[in-house]
């Protein structure tokens, strides 16, 4: 079945060691998004990519960064997670996103996150 | 700008009840709409979504949802709530803003079932 993957499930990190999280697809969807949601809160966007282009969203801390060395692969890398980055990441795809019926996002199960 | 609002953070129900989950929207142009399932621990599933055509749009695991245009709302009901229900609820909203059709979510309303 055509799926999006996360790995690991659960990260466990020390406040400032850089960690990454990884998500794969294989629907072979253009677009690829993380989110951040914390506790019963909405997802919130931090970035995606269209293909190679990177589209950061205005409020992302420069702490969050991403990698997409190929289509099927995206990379979350946060640099020195503080106690606050302690979350779900949820990654996302779809096939476009200018085009109405191309936008249904595809999820992952989510990495959460736990900073000591 | 496109938005979402979800009224009520919790709600409860009976097994067997009718659940009505409240979402109301504001778009400055015809939105596609979606509702999304979360359970615990685990990503987002679409449960349904409205596009164009017929307003009254069903869903998986026996959902529905109508949208109303004049009330700029787009609530999701179920006649008979089941255990398995009990998780938290996701309305999002997408428009078509600034050539982007990346949808914009609601902050959620969590269901609690009742044996």
């Known amino acids: 079945d055509a799926m999006v993957i996360q790995n690991p499930r659960y990260q466990v990190t020390q406040f400032g060691k850089p960690v990454t999280l990884s998500c794969s697809q294989t629907?072979?969807?253009?677009?690829m998004y993380w989110y951040q949601q914390k506790s019963s809160q909405a997802p919130k966007l931090l970035f995606h990519y269209y293909d190679k282009d990177f589209n950061n969203e205005a409020d992302t801390p420069d702490n969050f960064q991403s990698r997409r060395p190929n289509t099927s692969f995206c990379f979350l890398d946060i640099r020195s997670p503080g106690l606050g980055d302690a979350a779900m990441y949820l990654c996302?795809?779809?096939?476009?996103?200018?085009?109405?019926?191309?936008?249904?996002?595809?999820f992952g199960p989510g990495t959460r996150l736990t900073v000591l | 700008a496109q938005s979402v609002t979800q009224l009520g953070s919790h709600v409860s129900v009976s097994e067997g009840a009718l659940v009505l989950l409240r979402c109301n929207y504001s778009?400055?142009?015809?939105?596609?709409l979606f509702w999304y399932v979360q359970y615990p621990n685990q990503g987002l599933q679409l449960l349904l979504k409205?596009?164009?055509?017929?307003?009254l749009v069903k869903g998986i695991n026996g959902f529905e949802a109508e949208f109303k245009k004049s009330e700029t709302s787009f609530h999701l009901t179920k006649p008979s709530a089941h255990m398995s229900d009990a998780a938290e609820y996701f309305c999002?909203?997408?428009?078509?803003?600034?050539?982007?059709?990346?949808?914009?979510f609601g902050r959620g309303t969590s269901l609690i079932v009742h044996p």
């Open positions: 629907l072979n969807h253009n677009v």
């Open positions: 996302a795809t779809s096939r476009d996103t200018g085009t109405p019926s191309y936008n249904e996002q595809f």
């Open positions: 999002a909203v997408s428009d078509g803003t600034g050539g982007s059709y990346i949808p914009t």
């Open positions: 778009s400055s142009v015809p939105p596609y």
């Open positions: 409205y596009t164009t055509g017929a307003t």
